[in-house]
C-alpha cells in the first residue's frame, strides 16, 4: 500500500546554466535554484534497507545537473519540464513537486521562481 505522505526532498540544488530571453542571457549562464518533492512508495526500502527498492535521489541529481546544466532554454517554465521528465524516468515516481528559481531576475527581489506539481500518468 502507497502511503501519500512518502517523499523524497532535495532542496536548493544550485546549477548554472543558459537561461533567459535577453541577449546578455543567450550567452552568460545564470544561477538556477531547483527544489523537489518526490512522492514514492517507501515502504520497500523502509523494511529492507536496500537502495534498489527506492528512488536513487543521487542519481536523479546527476541527470538533472547533466541535462539542465547543458541547457539553453529560454523559461525557467521549460526547465521545470524537463525536471519532471527527468523524474519520471524512475518507475518508482508516482507525482513531483518541482520549484525553479532565478535569484536576481527582478530588481528588488530575492529571486523569481515557478512551481509545478505533476502526477505520472499510469498506463491501463
Known sequence: MNNP?????INNLELF????????ERITP????????????????IETDDISKT?????????I???????KY????SIAGKICEICFEDNNILSVQI????PGAVRNTKSVG???RREKKQNL
Open 114 to 116: 515557478v512551481s509545478i
Open 65 to 71: 545537473i547533466k541535462i539542465i546544466g547543458s541547457s
Open 99 to 102: 520549484s525553479v528559481f532565478k
Open 74 to 77: 529560454k523559461l525557467i517554465e
Open 55 to 63: 528512488v536513487n535521489y543521487r542519481t536523479i541529481v546527476k541527470n
Open 5 to 9: 505522505d512518502d517523499k523524497i526532498l
Open 17 to 24: 546554466c543558459i537561461v533567459g530571453i535577453n541577449d546578455w
Open 30 to 45: 545564470q544561477k538556477i535554484i531547483i527544489d523537489l518533492e518526490i512522492e514514492t512508495n517507501l515502504n520497500l526500502s
